[in-house]
């Protein structure tokens, strides 16, 4: 248990990052405990029947509540200055039930159209399907938002950075016109992660992650959180879970409490690693277009320096030669390994229009900038000497 006089309410998130919302057992154990268990007993039939009447606060089954995934959910929470946060078992989970819980037939949708593609899927094809209004904007562009938003609007979705353009959007100017027309914010803040952004302090109404990616930060386990208001997190979203059961594993809770405790390290690595790179490919011969928000370049640079504390780790850029000429590069690899995960300790790097971003139309990734030839970075934790080695063998053989 943090006792008063540590006041946890006055730590930075760093601090929060590796004590935040420990509780200990009467072992009193160093490292959070990993409580396996889907149920929990009573003592009496008299506890059970107060547990069920909620008179009495306690748990009583891991698709509602569990003591790791307790811990985890209290340190994001504090870590991201929010009120409330519950945990789910992927981040798609996570967006899906932060919509669907809110949302009803006749509502209406206003969401940036550079998406991750499941996103994309929930909010073009699915909810349609339940008789949810989507509108898409792009997501740079104020007066498609202010016109969208013109109309009351229930909800606004969108992710900045974008997946995998790294589109920066005004996270102030967005939640002022979309708190105008009636909507709640919602932010996929998974690029960033809670370190770099903080949405809720530029008027987001609610936060979600896919702790895959940098929570974990290496590789290991899928999970997915969401931070709102008290009143939202009880009110709509808690029954929502407990009676779909979108359920974070304890051991993944435990996992993510661990990748907590290095994810301000690893982000600093992450971020000087990325600059490195960034800039090492905007001056490498056969590299077009470089986009990544540290780069002076990138066309909303000047937004991204006044919303974001550190430009993160993931880079797109343009080899030549259209899509022969990426998979040249991609082949000719050797420690930077093709898969589309990102956010993880080993540099990834993978080809979205042949894979993340296959599915839609050509018309629509051109209009993303998804190009032929456009990759996507993830920068991990190597020495960026050798990941520059790397990249300069592999563009030499994709010119050649
Ligand atoms: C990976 C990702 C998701 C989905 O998370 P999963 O844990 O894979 O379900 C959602 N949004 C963004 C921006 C992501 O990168």
Same mark, same amino acid.
């Given at each position: ?42 003592? @009496? ?49 996570? /967006? ?56 009351? @609007? ?5 992710? @900045? ?115 490195? /790179? ?8 056969? /590299? ?113």
């Amino acid at each position: 248990m943090t006792s008063d006089q540590h006041r946890p309410g006055t730590w930075h998130p760093a601090t929060h990052l590796v004590q935040g919302g420990t509780e200990r057992t009467p072992h009193q154990e160093t490292s959070e405990a990993l409580f396996l268990t889907s149920g929990y007993v009573y003592e @009496t039939a008299e506890e059970a029947e107060a547990a069920f009447s909620n008179n009495l606060q306690r748990y009583v089954y891991s698709r509602y509540a569990n003591p790791t995934l307790s811990m985890l959910e209290e340190r994001l929470r504090l870590i991201e200055g929010a009120e409330a946060c519950r945990t789910t078992s992927s981040g798609m989970a996570a /967006v899906f039930a932060a919509l669907a819980s809110q949302l009803a037939a006749g509502d209406r949708v206003v969401a940036s159209r550079a998406l991750f593609g499941s996103c994309l899927y929930i909010v073009s094809d699915l909810l349609p399907r339940f008789g949810v209004e989507t509108v898409l904007v792009d997501g740079t562009d104020l007066n498609q938002w202010e016109e969208a938003l013109s109309t009351r @609007t229930n909800c606004v979705f969108l992710e @900045t950075p974008s997946n995998p353009g790294l589109e920066i959007i005004d996270l102030a100017a967005v939640s002022d016109l979309a708190h105008r027309a009636g909507a709640c914010v919602v932010v996929d803040n998974v690029f960033a992660t809670p370190l770099l952004q903080r949405p809720m302090e530029l008027g987001a109404d609610i936060v979600v992650y896919s702790a895959t990616k940098h929570i974990d930060g290496q590789g290991r386990c899928l999970g997915g959180a969401i931070l709102g208001t008290k009143e939202f997190v009880s009110d709509k979203l808690t029954p929502f879970v407990r009676h779909t059961g979108p359920a974070m594993s304890p051991f993944n809770a435990w996992v993510m409490l661990k990748g907590l405790e290095t994810l301000d390290l690893r982000m600093e690595r992450h971020c000087r690693n990325a600059s490195t /790179v960034a800039r090492f490919l905007e001056s490498a011969q056969g /590299v077009g277009k470089v986009l990544f928000p540290g780069l002076e370049s990138h066309p909303q640079y000047a937004l991204a320096r006044k919303q974001m504390s550190g430009p993160g780790n993931m880079i797109a850029f343009e080899v030549e030669g259209g899509k022969d000429g990426a998979f040249r590069f991609l082949n000719a690899l050797r420690l930077i390994r093709i898969s589309n995960n990102l956010g993880d300790a080993k540099s990834l790097v993978c080809h979205p229009a042949t894979t993340t971003h296959q599915r839609l139309a050509e018309e629509e990734r051109r209009r993303l900038g998804i190009t032929d030839g456009l990759l996507r970075l993830s920068v991990g934790l190597e020495d960026a000497r050798d990941l520059e080695s790397d990249i300069a063998r592999a563009l030499a053989a994709a010119g050649s």
